[in-house]
Nanobody, 122 residues
Framework: VQLQASGGGLVQPGGSLRLSCAASGFTFSSRSMGWFRQAPGKEREVVSAILRSDFSTFYADSVKGRFTISRDNSKNTVYLQMDNLKPEDTAVYYC????????????????WGQGTQVTVSS
């Protein structure tokens, strides 16, 4: 299983970024997927998730209305569109494969990508 996240960078407050996560080594369409982030000195937290079945989406309250998760099963890729970024969104962002259990819990995921840095600063 490999999960390759990309698209991070430095952006000013109010700006946008689109993260991508290319998956390989498993049947992508059969797994729900999630995005997480970890800021320095803080625990990893779930940001968003998308179901394998009906593409239903879920968001942490802190990003609701600003972030949009999507997936393209033909490309084995999950995306995170991040708009109206704030300095508190600064973190390393990870994609992960859902294994079992509650979709918005870190413990429900079994494989993680290497992460991509997002820095929101003026």
């Amino acid at each position: 299983v490999q999960l390759q996240a990309s698209g991070g960078g430095l952006v000013q407050p109010g700006g946008s970024l689109r993260l991508s996560c290319a998956a390989s080594g498993f049947t992508f369409s059969s797994r729900s997927m999630g995005w997480f982030r970890q800021a320095p000195g803080k625990e990893r937290e779930v940001v968003s998730a998308i179901l394998r079945s009906d593409f239903s989406t879920f968001y942490a309250d802190s990003v609701k209305g600003r972030f949009t998760i999507s997936r393209d099963n033909s490309k084995n890729t999950v995306y995170l569109q991040m708009d109206n970024l704030k300095p508190e969104d600064t973190a390393v962002y990870y994609c992960a494969r859902h294994w079992s259990g509650v979709i918005m819990r870190t413990q429900s995921y079994d494989y993680w990508g290497q992460g991509t840095q997002v820095t929101v600063s003026s």
